[in-house]
């Protein structure tokens, strides 16, 4: 509709208001006083009642006088009332009333103003819907998302190490099928944040491995391309996203990132759909589990969804540190909680850990929001869990999610 259109429909409709509104007022005198004569007329009825019963001697003398009192008492009432009912309005009712009109109809379209959507067009859900199909077909493909991508800053390399790099490219050229240097390469190469290198290197493993590619090389093939578009999901990522879906339909690498596309063409619904499952399964040391608790309540808002964080599970603790907890006072608890948090990060500094143990720590860490602490415990995984592809993977995506520089 127009937006001429819209403002004379609304016009009409506030005129329509206004006068039904004034009718009713100004004629509240004229109904007051219709009222207040038929209770005179029913009030003389009884009055006359009662002298007809005392009449027949069927009500006592004493009774007659106080119901006689009762009911002249009412109609000088009601007399009264019949009297004064039209005055205010005829005097000055119409100018309050026409007042009172406006200040509620200038209170409705203010209200409009401030809260409403004036000027903007019906968005019925068949537009909304090719909206969503427009923004999917219009988003870059892989080079050019790569492209506009911020470059991150370039880190210090050990020579020798650099070295090594450069032997493993070469030996890679020159073995372009060979799995195992592919894996070493796309994860050195991610680690040095040479992130369009590491997405090549992950393509030629997907390709090596053919038919053999697993659900969960697809899904990091399918990262790698978000992270070197800087969070964009391309149509060359949601291709890898979707075979890994085909082979495995719970990956949860593969479900993440195809929420996070439902979310950019702004199909919250079905980010709904694809997380909160996620959320509810866990594990809650997943790399996902962050990102989702974080954005998952305005994904809900946004797709109409009634829905309630559930309360997040403290990083670590056994059994009895829960039923501890329950009896601590809030900064005793939150003390407990660092405590434990401290004991997991000197513990996988010291002896090491698992990549699942790596992201609680991160994940820990986001969650009581100490953020440099988090990019801290990252980066000392990253350097722990050389050559592991899938779980610097994870922790990848994490950091990614986070706020965290990958």
Not at 100 to 105: C, D, E
Not at 170 to 196: C, F, I, Q, Y
Not at 319 to 334: F, I, L, N, P, T
């Amino acid at each position: 509709m127009d937006n001429w259109q819209f403002w004379l429909i609304a016009a009409a409709v506030t005129l329509a208001v206004a006068a039904v509104l004034l009718r009713a007022m100004a004629r509240a005198g004229d109904d007051l006083r219709a009222a207040a004569e038929f209770d005179i007329k029913v009030y003389k009825d009884q009055l006359a009642e009662i002298e007809r019963d005392l009449t027949r001697g069927t009500l006592p003398p004493e009774e007659a006088d106080r119901q006689r009192a009762e009911v002249s008492r009412r109609l000088l009432e009601a007399d009264r009332a019949a009297q004064g009912g039209t005055a205010p309005v005829r005097r000055g009712g119409v100018p309050i009333a026409a007042a009172v009109v406006a200040v509620i109809l200038a209170g409705a379209f203010l209200a409009y103003d401030r809260l409403g959507a004036p000027g903007y067009p019906d968005l019925p859900l068949s537009l909304r819907m090719q909206m969503s199909e427009d923004m999917r077909a219009a988003r870059p493909d892989q080079a050019t998302a790569e492209a506009q991508a911020p470059k991150p800053e370039a880190q210090p390399v050990d020579p020798a190490f650099a070295d090594l790099i450069d032997k493993l490219r070469a030996a890679v050229a020159e073995r372009p099928t060979d799995v195992k240097g592919l894996e070493l390469l796309a994860s050195n190469e991610a680690r040095l944040g040479n992130l369009p290198a590491a997405r090549k290197a992950m393509e030629l493993l997907v390709a090596a491995k053919g038919d053999q590619a697993t659900a969960d090389d697809h899904a990091a093939l399918a990262e790698v391309m978000i992270v070197a578009a800087a969070g964009a999901v391309t149509p060359e990522a949601e291709q890898a996203l979707t075979r890994a879906l085909q082979l495995d339909p719970d990956n949860g690498t593969a479900r993440f990132y195809s929420g996070v596309l439902m979310a950019q063409i702004g199909r919250y619904d079905m980010t709904f759909r694809l997380w909160e499952p996620l959320l509810e399964k866990g594990p809650q040391d997943a790399p996902w589990i962050a990102p989702i608790r974080a954005q998952i309540e305005d994904i809900a808002f946004r797709a109409g969804e009634k829905y309630t964080l559930p309360e997040a599970a403290m990083p670590g603790p056994s059994a009895e540190d829960v039923a501890a907890a329950a009896e601590m006072s809030a900064e005793d608890r939150q003390a407990m909680i660092e405590g434990m948090v401290a004991q997991l990060d000197t513990r996988l500094q010291d002896e090491g850990g698992s990549p699942e143990e790596w992201a609680r720590l991160v994940n820990a860490l986001v969650q009581l929001d100490r953020l440099p602490d988090a990019q801290a415990a990252y980066d000392r995984s990253k350097e722990a869990l050389k050559g592991d592809t899938v779980g610097t993977s994870a922790l990848r995506e994490l950091a990614v999610t986070s706020g965290l520089t990958p």
